[in-house]
């Protein structure tokens, strides 16, 4: 017996309005702290080029599946593929694959939750002067310090979660849209103004050599391995985040040219934030970090030597805490959605109950940063293992579960009826490469992403 859905909550009013939603979800810290150095780091535009294949021919055939399915049926993920299993005659069980998909976005959203702290944390510390003309030991130690501060993260922590649950409570088709609306053009704006001030006092020329020269000497197997990596975390595959907002797609638009711009869309804002932040940290002649090292370091001290750099560097905290309020309210989307469609709770009573479970596990995770704390195994710490469980297992595990159901699974008429022979041509591909190149890519991201992370 198929699970019963109790309540319907809308349609996007356009399709620009699920491409804004998301826009939000995908363009992350990822694109700004991890990605852009992968692209410097590992060939270039070698580098570049294996990134933007595995996303067209890997990632984007499996982003398709996902949002038609969830269109298909209407419904929240867990709902959507429990009915397609059920009206398709296959083991019912498939739903456990999007159940723990929910799952690991809350996880996933815990962790992302400390980082949004230290975040709104560094809006003050640049917005005070803080780092002005500051030396690099000094940057460093104030990151230290806010890690040594439990009260203060915590504090930081539990207003970021209480901005998302409040964003997540409004209704689909018309407060979250509504809000998206003003959100993204304020992204975009200080984003470009970001892009003028470090064209003006940065070295461009070396941010440019450093994304776009080929490098062939540079790129090595670890290489291809970490451009599929970073194509599969572009879409946010395995939360379930894209099929929840899916199911909002309004009828009679192009799922494929939606989510296509939308690659291309993720893939700009990962070049651009790599230009403004490769070109800021390259003129202050340091080594630039990876992650918090680079967020948390290497650009405030950027910022806290240039002209206008409290201002510019206020400017960025803020654009970041944006992206990751976003991302963060699209990862809570599938839990919300399940409890307001199967147990008809209002929205804002589902959305305490998922930001109130994301609060508990962030805040173990950072009880565990603080110096001789008893939240660690094995000389890690919560928030490390969250990361290994859900980037290395979980997701890219949900994400081939899925893909062998969609493949297999569900029969091709459920994706509708195609007449016109460019149209059968298209589907014809879509559907083998979610069948035979998909799947192969998802397991070797799992098998030799999780070797890789526990040699670390």
Known sequence: MALIKN????????????????????????????APQQVAAQGGAVYLLAYIAFLLLVMLPVAVAEVRIAVRARANPIHAVDQLAHASGVFRHWSLVTQLAALSALLLAANLSVAASWLLSYIGKMSSGLMDAASLDTVAAEFQQLLASPELMRDSHRLFLLLAVLLSSVSVNRGMAMVLRILLPVMLLVMLSLLYFSYELGDYAAAWRALFEFRPADFSWWGLLS?????????????????????????????????????????????????????????????????????????????????????AGTGFYVLLSILALTTVVALLEPVVAYLVERWALPRWLA?????????????????????????????????????????????????LCFVLFAAWRVPAAVYGSRDHWLKRGFFWLWLVLLRYIAPLALLCLLSAGLYQRLQM
């Open 7 to 34: 309540k319907v909550q809308g349609i996007w009013s356009s399709r620009w309005t699920f491409l804004a939603a998301a826009t939000g979800l995908v363009v992350s810290l990822g694109n700004f702290w991890i």
């Open 351 to 399: 959305a305490g109950a998922a930001g109130l479970s994301v609060m508990l596990v962030g805040d173990a995770a950072l009880m565990s940063l603080q110096p001789g704390t008893s939240l660690m195994l094995w000389s890690r710490g919560v928030m490390e293992w969250l990361d290994i469980l859900v980037a290395n297992i979980l997701l890219p595990l949900c994400a």
């Open 227 to 311: 451009a599929l990596q970073q194509a599969f975390f572009a879409l946010a595959l395995g939360t379930a985040a894209l099929m929840a907002y899916g199911a909002y797609f309004p009828s009679g638009r192009s799922i494929t040219r939606q989510l296509t711009a939308l690659v291309f869309i993720d893939t700009a804002v990962m070049l651009l934030g790599g230009l403004m932040i490769i070109a800021l940290v390259s003129d202050q002649h340091i080594v630039a970090g990876q992650g918090p090292a680079l967020l948390f370091v290497s650009l405030p001290y950027s910022f806290g030597n240039l002209v206008f750099g409290d201002i």
